[in-house]
Structures are given as structure tokens and as C-alpha cells.
């Protein structure tokens, strides 16, 4: 058997990516583009909050956006979902150019995604909020729902099926029938994220996954972040204020400052940016 | 001479034996998706022939061994039988343990196969597999996270079964022979005893071991094949492998896995075991919980619980006395059943049990009466790895909660004159450490005898055996009076504030003590009384936390000096660990047992400042982390001194 590297003995990301390729590690491919931003303009009224920014995600990789705050990160989060309409700049999303979205098809188009501000069901159970992420998924009709027969009932034990493998996978089993207001913070923003998994995403946006959370939480949930990645294969853009979580995390980074874009590439490649390290990571004085 | 048990002298033989009579009963249960899933008798044997034909086909010969780490899981119960079929050693080992620590048992077991749960297992071999020149190949049971790894020596548990079941045909007859070849004296298991001093030695048992003593407890208590138990202490622990394996398989009752370590207690409420064992330390988290809730609860409820209790205690020591209850007391009781005992029993998960014991360590008396007056049949075991477990048990109708209990049927008992320790021989006599002669001929003599490092006397009243201390911990004073610090720190964690206690006072003046308080009962007290802390230290070091020590202590030291023997061991001065013990520390064992010359040793100023007369001192202390990191925790502790009590004689001649 040979020994998976270890982080300490590569130098560099790339190195580290190499050395695991070399040991038949990280067999995880990279895909064709799954989403496309071309010269993105968002406007609130006078205020730009993204300013001709571009760029792409893959298939199966994972994207960071960071940048200082009020970069125009959250707003950038929403572009891509499509609760924000940009004013010029195209979206395309699975080969095709999306215009205006309604609610409703926001939620069909296969992107999910978790809150800075967790935005759970405080009274209702773990397994409850995560069965809401189901919701897309229900084909039965009101009417079969509450009398709970026929096609009502083998869907939704189908569903619960589904759920029970993401609180498997999740190690929430212990909370499952807890009310998640009374859930620490850190397990609420892990039954958050089993919600957005329920809905099967094709792209999961993580809106700062770590915000507030101590070292082993982090650690948790950086780990969880992977597996989901991994195992599923899902493509995920995330933001994030911990720069070590981002850096160990992603596979390429894009910077964001005062809405317009400075940086994008690996993680070696942005740390050694002069322009992300002059207006993010603090000019240095040698 | 015909063997009684021709025929199912093994675990093999005998699973085969149990898929013929007991096809259809219920073996093993796990929970899985939120849903129990069971298999029987007979699916659990072709399961365990997939995984050990699988096994061979991978190139498992008899004579090497196999570890198997992990949390109790079916799968990990069936791959020991499957290492036995194959005429391998099972060698379960503590899935908690650091790589270090594994490092030495895999490589002390000589491990050729390793059977482990999931990716930290898998890890924790990868980075010490360099020093395990005899690993040959990993089987893993949960494939998550791990896809992506070096698959030439490492295989999924599914396939391996996959595997195993297209060789039938090849290999089928050849392990057919194994199994046949299989013999009582073979080696069935080695199981290393966690060790209070040094390193972890191997003990190897023989079937013959298990078995028969698996037999004689089971019958002792007659258990049956409608009984069913919950699987949740350690693998590599050995009564876990007597309860779950050794009586599961003679009797034939089904076995429950937990879902995770964090579900236990729901698991526990939904499975409802017959059959139940639990450490002291568990059956004291459980009144801590139940006694926590109570009180948040409401005035009424609060009110039906404490009278109810008062009158279960109170029927309990008339019975106890040999009173009769009057009509008037056995209707008061029906009540309670309906309205306290009842759903207290069912929250706890042990409406149904019938047997259940507990033992390792001394069990309070008063949480010992708890249990029973609510109408449980706890009662109390003593044993040992090297015995089989089973030395003494305590019968349905002889319950006396200072004494462990008679003799289990084929146990011979000797105790030693001079040192007062305790002696036995018993079918259940372990074969041998592995590769330490030395050490197995110093526990075990040529007769047979085995020596328990307890020391202890037959109790006169109930016939039954009552352990004092550890032989070698039993010291003196310097006044030469007799000083058994276990028993006195037994009697201090009685108190639901205190967790740990190391009593110190061998050669010296007087005693005195380390306290580790117990974060969730002073914790809960801390939030009811609006005192707001940072953490353990912040908490230990609060003045009224040190005042109710106090008050813990001076009543421990009232209760000693009732006791002729014992009255020296009052506790003089004491401190508040600004820290937890902790077994990653090296300070307790796996089991939670206090180890005394490595603390001794860790906390010399502390002692030295005890005993110096002073009354605060500045500690600091390493801690390892789970991970192996380690770290520094400091702080000034404060020393308080205790009242002590006269002798009760000196009482008596004064008045």
C-alpha cells in the first residue's frame, strides 16, 4: 500500500495536487463549463454593485468567490442563482443563456443553495427541514398529500429514503427528531447544508459555510464540503471569509473588490497576485 | 468421553449449528437509514461464509490473525466468526485508541488482515503502516470517503463478500475443512486488557474458554434465545465479546447494534433489551440526566417523582430488612409503577429488562438502589479479561450492593492469607499472554490458580465476596494505619459533583485528594444559580464550587470514620483540577480507570504543594488532543483544607 501525501511535504498547491495524481489520489475530474458569467452589471438604482465581472465554474470542481466586505460577493451569489437579474452581461447556465427567472423556476433549475443568515424552520425537526429541500421533487398532488395514499405514500417514503441517507451522511442522526432551534449553531448550519443536498443540485452555493464557527466545526464542516464533492460529484461555489479554509478547499478562487474582478485562478496563483494581495490580503511593506 | 457439546465446541460449529435450529430467529439487528434492519440465524451464516471465503480467497491462512476496529456493527461481529472459519485469530481492538497505540497491538498481534468500520480507521493504519511489517491487506465496511485511495492492498467489504461468494465453488469444501479441524482449545480470540500499568498485554482465549463460561453465566441466569441485548461498549472489550458473542451465539439471542455512540440512548428506548450490562459510570450519567431533567420539571411533576421514590426506597428497605409490606405499601407501589417507575423505566429503555448487571467498579449504593427499587434486576458481576469475564455474579434473590456475589458454576475461589488477595481457577482461564511467558507466569500459576491483583474477603452475612481495592494500592499511613485509596475515592464519586477523584496518602501524614468535577451536574447547577463561566477550569476554580466539594468531603469523611478499619483515610486537604483526566493523557485507562503512578508522577508539585502546607499553587499541566497535538493549560488552583472526624471508637470511650 502506498501512503497518501501529506500536506506538509508539498510546497505548493499544484506539487500537492500532483503528488496525490501520482498516487492515483484525487481522481476527481474536472468537467466542461456548467456556468458561464459574461460582463456582469448589476445596478441598485446608482449604487454598482458588480461591475463587468467574468468568469466560469466547472463541472465537479469547487469555486470560491472571496474579496472584502461589501465586495459584491453575496450579491454575485444571488446572480448566479438568479434571484438578481444583472442589467447587462450574460448568464449561461447548462449550455444554455437564461433571461429573468420567476420564483418558482429559481427553484426548479437544479441550484441550491445555504444562508449567510442560517434561514431554517426553527421549530420544525431535522428531518422535517430537510425533507422541505425535497419540495421540487413531490410530483403527488395536495389532495393525495393529506390523505397520504396511493402515490402520496411511495413518494414519500421514497423521499424519506433520500433524506435518511443525507442524515446518514451528515452523522446527524442523533438530532433527528430535534427541533433545530434548539441545535447549536454549528449543527444547524449542517442540517442546512443536508437541506440543500436533499434538492439534488446540479450547483450548491454555500454563502460563508463557516461564518462564526470554531476550529473543530470548521474542520467538520470543511471535511463535509469535500465528501459532498466527492461522493456526489456535485459542483459547488462557495464564500468564505477563513482564507485557510478557502485556500485548502477550492480549486480556483475568484476575487471580488468594489464589484469589479482582480484576481482568478488556483489558490497559488491568487496568493501570489500583487493586486488580491494589495487590496485584500493587506499591502505588504519589504 | 463424550462431550456434552460434540458438535458446537466453536464459534463456527456453533453459528451452524444456530442457522439449522434457529434459522428464522432474530441474530443480529442494526439500524440503518433510520430503520432497524434484522438477520437471521441463517442469513447471518451466509454472510459470514461470503466474507470468510472472500477472505481466504484474498490469501487469509490458519494461524494469522485479524484485527477487526470499529464500532459495534453486525458486519464487525460476523468477521470474527468469518477469521474463525477461516482458521485465523480475531484480534478486536479499541476503535478509540490513537495510531500509536494501535500500532503496537496490530504489531504485537503480528496482524496479517485488518476488518476495520470506516475512513478514521483506514487512516489511522495508513499513517503507521510502515512499522506493520505483517499487514498484507484492509477491508473496510463503510466506503465513504475512501474511493479515491490506493485500492492494491485495500478492498470494500462488499466486494470482499462478492468475492468470497463466486469462490464458492473453489474454496467451498476447503473451508468446509477449516471449520471441521476447528477444536474447544483453539485459540478464539486475543483481546488486549487495556492495562493500568504499561503497555496493553494480549490475552489469548481459547473457544473452550468462552464458551463454557459463556454457558454456565447464561444458565446461571437463564437466559434464552427470546432474549435480545444492545450492543454498544467497546468490540475489544471483553465483556462486550461474552454478552455479544460468547452468550449470543450458545443461546441463540438476537443482538442490536446502535445506530451511532450519539443515538445510543433512543436505540436503547426502541429495542427495549432483556438483557442489559452498563459500567457504574453509565448507570450514573443516566440518574444524572433523569435527576436534571427533574429538576426543570414542573412543581407536580417534581412532586410525583420525589414522593414515589421516597416510598420505592422505602419499600426496597423493608424488603431488604425482611418485612413484609403491608397492603397499604404494595398499593402506593402500583401507583408508582403506573405513574413514576413505569415511564421512567420505559425512558430509560429498561422496561423489559430481566437481567442486568453492572461491574468494573464499584457502584454507589444508593444509585445501586435506585435502579432496584424502581423494580430493574441490577445486580452486580466481578470478573476479569483473563477469567472470561465471569468470577463471581450475584444470584436473582442474593442482592447486597457491597458484595459482587457467589461464585459462578466451574469458579474455585482462594483468598490469600497474608495480602488479602484474591485468588481463582475456572474453565474460563485465559491460555496466555501473547509472547509475554513472564508476565503469564506471573499471574498464573503452575495449579492453575490466577491471581486478581484485588484484594477482598468473603462477606459473613451474605456468603458472597467484597472487594476492598486493588491489592497493590492498598497502602499504609504513616502511622501505620491501613489506606485504601480506591474505596475512598469510590466513595467521593458517589457524589453526583465529583467525576474523578485520586486519593493520595501512602507513607504519608494524612490523605488528600484531586477532584474532577463533573461539567453537566455542576454545569446545570451553575446555570440554575446564574454563575456564568468560560469553561471547565473557569468553573472548577468558582469559590462555591469549592465550598460544595467541601461539604462532599467533610460527609465522606463523617461516613469513613464510622468505619474502624478505614477511619485513617479521612481526607485532610484538597484541590479542584483545572483540568479534565483524560485517557489521551495517558491519566485513565480506556475503561476510565485512574492511573495512579502516571498522575503521581504528571502532578508531583501539585502533591508536593498539598502537602507542603500551602494554600494555592500555580499548575501547568500538558493535554493531548484527540488528534495527538498537544498543548499547555494553566492557571493558579487553590488547596482547602477539610474537617475530619474522630474515630467512632474514641467517640465511644469519650461519651
Request: proline share 4%; with cysteine; hydrophobic share 40%.
Amino acid at each position: 500500500m502506498s501512503v497518501p501525501p501529506v500536506a506538509e511535504v508539498a510546497a505548493t498547491d499544484r506539487e500537492y495536487a500532483r503528488k496525490e495524481t501520482d498516487h492515483g489520489l484525487n481522481a476527481r475530474r474536472i468537467g466542461h463549463v456548467i456556468m458561464e458569467l459574461k460582463d456582469i452589471t448589476l445596478r441598485f438604482g446608482g449604487v454598482t454593485a458588480i461591475r463587468g465581472v467574468s468568469f466560469d465554474i466547472r463541472e465537479g470542481e469547487i469555486r470560491a468567490i472571496i474579496g472584502p466586505n461589501g465586495a459584491g460577493k453575496s450579491s454575485m451569489l444571488n446572480v448566479i442563482n438568479g434571484f438578481y437579474h444583472p442589467q447587462e452581461g450574460e448568464v449561461w447556465f447548462r449550455g444554455q443563456r437564461r433571461g429573468p427567472l420567476k420564483p418558482h423556476e429559481i427553484a426548479h433549475q437544479g441550484i441550491a443553495r445555504t444562508f449567510q443568515n442560517i434561514a431554517l424552520f426553527r421549530g420544525m425537526s431535522t428531518l422535517d427541514n430537510i425533507m422541505t429541500g425535497r419540495l421540487t421533487k413531490m410530483r403527488a398532488n395536495m389532495f393525495w398529500q393529506a390523505l397520504w395514499s396511493g402515490r402520496a405514500e411511495a413518494e414519500e417514503i421514497e423521499h424519506r429514503e433520500k433524506v435518511e441517507r443525507i442524515i446518514d451522511f451528515l452523522e446527524i442522526q442523533a438530532i433527528r427528531k430535534t427541533p433545530v432551534g434548539r441545535l447549536p449553531y454549528g449543527l444547524q448550519k449542517r442540517v442546512e447544508l443536508g437541506r440543500a443536498l436533499a434538492a439534488e443540485p446540479k450547483l450548491l452555493l454555500l454563502d460563508e459555510p463557516m461564518a462564526g464557527m470554531n476550529v473543530e466545526e470548521k474542520q467538520d464542516m470543511s471535511r463535509f464540503i469535500l465528501d459532498v464533492n466527492d461522493e456526489f460529484g456535485t459542483t459547488i461555489a462557495l464564500i468564505e471569509h477563513d482564507m485557510g479554509v478557502v485556500m485548502d478547499l477550492s480549486d480556483r478562487v475568484v476575487v471580488l473588490d468594489y464589484g469589479s474582478k482582480i484576481g482568478d485562478g488556483t489558490p497559488d496563483e491568487v496568493r501570489t497576485n500583487q493586486a488580491v494581495i494589495d487590496a485584500y490580503l493587506g499591502v505588504s511593506h519589504d | 468421553m463424550a462431550r456434552p457439546y460434540a458438535g458446537r465446541d466453536t464459534f463456527p460449529k456453533l453459528l451452524l449449528a444456530n442457522a439449522r435450529e434457529k434459522g428464522s430467529l432474530p441474530a443480529s439487528r442494526e439500524k440503518e437509514y433510520g430503520i432497524w434492519q434484522s438477520w437471521t440465524w441463517a442469513e447471518v451464516a451466509a454472510e459470514t461464509r461470503a466474507l470468510s471465503l472472500g477472505l481466504t480467497s484474498l490469501g487469509l491462512k490458519p494461524g494469522q490473525s485479524v484485527a477487526i476496529i470499529g464500532t459495534n456493527r453486525p458486519r464487525l461481529y460476523w468477521s470474527i466468526v468469518a477469521a474463525q472459519m477461516a482458521g485465523a485469530i480475531p484480534v478486536p481492538v479499541y476503535q478509540d485508541s490513537v495510531a500509536e497505540e494501535m500500532q503496537y497491538v496490530l504489531d504485537h498481534a503480528g496482524v496479517s488482515f485488518a476488518v476495520v468500520e470506516d475512513q478514521e480507521q483506514v487512516d489511522k493504519i495508513l499513517s503507521v503502516q510502515d512499522r506493520l511489517p505483517t499487514l498484507r491487506e484492509v477491508i473496510y465496511v463503510d466506503p465513504r470517503g475512501l474511493r479515491n485511495y490506493d485500492h492494491s492492498a485495500m478492498h470494500a467489504y462488499d466486494q470482499v463478500q462478492a468475492a468470497g461468494r463466486a469462490a464458492e465453488a473453489d474454496l467451498g469444501s476447503e473451508l468446509d475443512a477449516r471449520i471441521a479441524a476447528g477444536k474447544g482449545s483453539d485459540t478464539c480470540v486475543m483481546l488486549y486488557t487495556s492495562g493500568t500499568t504499561g503497555k496493553p498485554k494480549g490475552v489469548v482465549l481459547s473457544h473452550d474458554n468462552i464458551l463454557i463460561t459463556s454457558r454456565a453465566a447464561a444458565d446461571f441466569d437463564h437466559l434464552t434465545e427470546r432474549d435480545s441485548i444492545l450492543a454498544y461498549l467497546p468490540m475489544a472489550w471483553v465483556g462486550d465479546f461474552i454478552f455479544s458473542m460468547g452468550q449470543a451465539y450458545v443461546k441463540g439471542f438476537s443482538v442490536a447494534c446502535p445506530e451511532s455512540a450519539d443515538t445510543m440512548m433512543a436505540d436503547l428506548r426502541e429495542i427495549g433489551p432483556t438483557y442489559f450490562f452498563a459500567p457504574p459510570s453509565i448507570f450514573e450519567r443516566l440518574l444524572t440526566t433523569v435527576t436534571i431533567r427533574m429538576e426543570d420539571a414542573g412543581p407536580t411533576k417534581r412532586w410525583l417523582y420525589r414522593t414515589f421514590m421516597d416510598h420505592a426506597r422505602a419499600c426496597s428497605a423493608k424488603r431488604k430488612a425482611g418485612q413484609a409490606l403491608s397492603l397499604g405499601d404494595r398499593f402506593m407501589y402500583l401507583l408508582g409503577e403506573i405513574f413514576v417507575y413505569g415511564p421512567l423505566k420505559n425512558t430509560l429503555g429498561m422496561s423489559r429488562v430481566r437481567v442486568g448487571y453492572t461491574a468494573g467498579e464499584a457502584i454507589g449504593p444508593d444509585l445501586f438502589e435506585f435502579y432496584r427499587s424502581i423494580g430493574i434486576n441490577l445486580k452486580q458481576l466481578f470478573g476479569q479479561t483473563e477469567a472470561s469475564v465471569f468470577i463471581t455474579q450475584q444470584p436473582d434473590d442474593g442482592v447486597d450492593p457491597d458484595c459482587v456475589g457467589v461464585p459462578t458454576p466451574g469458579v474455585e475461589l482462594r483468598i490469600d492469607e497474608k495480602t488479602g488477595e484474591v485468588f481463582y481457577r475456572s474453565p474460563g482461564v485465559f491460555r496466555e499472554y501473547y509472547r509475554n511467558p513472564e508476565a503469564t507466569a506471573e499471574t498464573k500459576d503452575a495449579e492453575g490458580w490466577v491471581a486478581t491483583g484485588d484484594a477482598g474477603f468473603i462477606d459473613e452475612r451474605s456468603g458472597q465476596l467484597r472487594i476492598l481495592d486493588r491489592a497493590k494500592d492498598v497502602g499504609r499511613l504513616k502511622d501505620g494505619s491501613l489506606f485504601a485509596p480506591k474505596y475512598v475515592e469510590n466513595k467521593l464519586k458517589f457524589f453526583p459533583n465529583i467525576l474523578e477523584a485520586v486519593v493520595f496518602g501512602h507513607e504519608r501524614e494524612s490523605c488528600m485528594a484531586f477532584i474532577n468535577i463533573d461539567l453537566s451536574a455542576v454545569g446545570n447547577w451553575a446555570e440554575r444559580n446564574n454563575i456564568a463561566y468560560g469553561g471547565y477550569a473557569e468553573l472548577a476554580a468558582h469559590p462555591q464550587v469549592y465550598a460544595m466539594i467541601e461539604k462532599n468531603i467533610e460527609e465522606t469523611n463523617r461516613s469513613l470514620a464510622e468505619d474502624p478499619m478505614l477511619s485513617g483515610c479521612q481526607i485532610t486537604r484538597f484541590l479542584v483540577l483545572n483540568k479534565e483526566l483524560d485517557a489521551d493523557d495517558g491519566e485513565l485507562t480506556r475503561t476510565r480507570k485512574v492511573r495512579r503512578r502516571i498522575i503521581a508522577e504528571k502532578y508531583a508539585p501539585l502533591i508536593e504543594a498539598l502537602y507542603g502546607g500551602r494554600d494555592s499553587v500555580f499548575a501547568e499541566i500538558e493535554v493531548t488532543y484527540e488528534d495527538g497535538r498537544k498543548g499547555r493549560i494553566s492557571g493558579n488552583l487553590e488547596i482547602r483544607d477539610v474537617r475530619t472526624f474522630p474515630r467512632r471508637e474514641a467517640v465511644g470511650r469519650a461519651a
